[in-house]
């Protein structure tokens, strides 16, 4: 079974229009992080959020956020007031158990595309 | 602000070669990480590393790769024997004491021929 699920393999937004990329997750650990990735066409990937199962607010950072559903395993991000830069490929991905230095469980990527 | 560096950014290769993969980590980082990506797909771990010892490594990491970290600076990966089945971009990620973000360095395209 797959850990991470992200169904939108593509997506096409207008610039300045808010976006929400779809992550779920399957996890029996009580302990977990949620991250999102970035990786434009150059290559590398950059960290953008993370979000620990026992945090109680939705992770926020400048114009992404996480809406982190826990009963539904469900962690999107959503970008706000998107931009041209933000054409990339996201990937959700997910550490489970209590140790940080677990490895990180990647999904499959949804390739987003802002219109001018 | 620090970051990773890997080296080379390419790197060709025949079958049957040996390539080694070069990682420079964050200054203060104890926590590494390779993890490989085959061109289109998704990003898949290979192995931590941890107090110059392996912590975990997936079902990839067979005995033709081997990590060390030589002169506790670099980080390397080894790839004894290369398969075209290796041609992949590598990353390498290394993760602070306090931190639970894994700062991923620009990557080195391998190429198989």
């Known amino acids: 079974a797959q850990k991470i699920t992200q169904t939108q393999p593509g997506m096409f937004v207008q610039e300045k229009e808010a976006v929400t990329l779809d992550c779920t997750y399957d996890?029996?650990?009580?302990?977990?992080?949620l991250f999102w990735y970035k990786q434009p066409s150059s290559g590398e990937m950059i960290f953008l959020i993370y979000?620990?199962?026992?945090?109680?607010q939705n992770a926020t950072e400048g114009r992404y956020s996480l809406n982190f559903q826990k009963a539904r395993k469900s962690a999107n991000l959503v970008i706000s007031a998107s931009q041209l830069g933000d054409s990339a490929m996201y990937f959700c991905?997910?550490?489970?158990?209590?140790?940080?230095?677990?490895?990180?469980?990647f999904g499959k990527g949804t390739r987003l595309h802002i219109l001018p | 602000e620090p970051e990773v560096t890997q080296t080379p950014s390419h790197q060709v290769t025949q079958m049957g070669q040996e390539v080694i993969l070069r990682c420079v980590p964050i200054?203060?980082?104890?926590?590494f990480y390779w993890y490989r990506q085959i061109l289109g797909q998704k990003v898949e771990f290979l192995v931590s590393?941890?107090?110059?010892?392996?912590?975990?490594k997936s079902e990839i990491f067979d005995d033709q790769f081997s990590v060390e970290r030589p002169d506790g600076s670099n980080f390397t990966l080894k790839i004894r024997s290369t398969k075209l089945e290796d041609s992949a971009m590598y990353f390498c990620?290394?993760?602070?004491?306090?931190?639970?973000?894994?700062?991923f360095g620009p990557g080195t395209r391998l190429t198989v021929t």
């Open positions: 590393f941890y107090n110059n010892e392996i912590s975990e």
């Open positions: 979000q620990g199962s026992y945090d109680q």
């Open positions: 990620a290394t993760r602070g004491t306090d931190d639970y973000e894994q700062y």
């Open positions: 996890t029996s650990d009580p302990s977990y992080g």
């Open positions: 991905a997910m550490r489970e158990g209590p140790d940080r230095d677990d490895k990180i469980i």
């Open positions: 200054s203060n980082h104890l926590y």
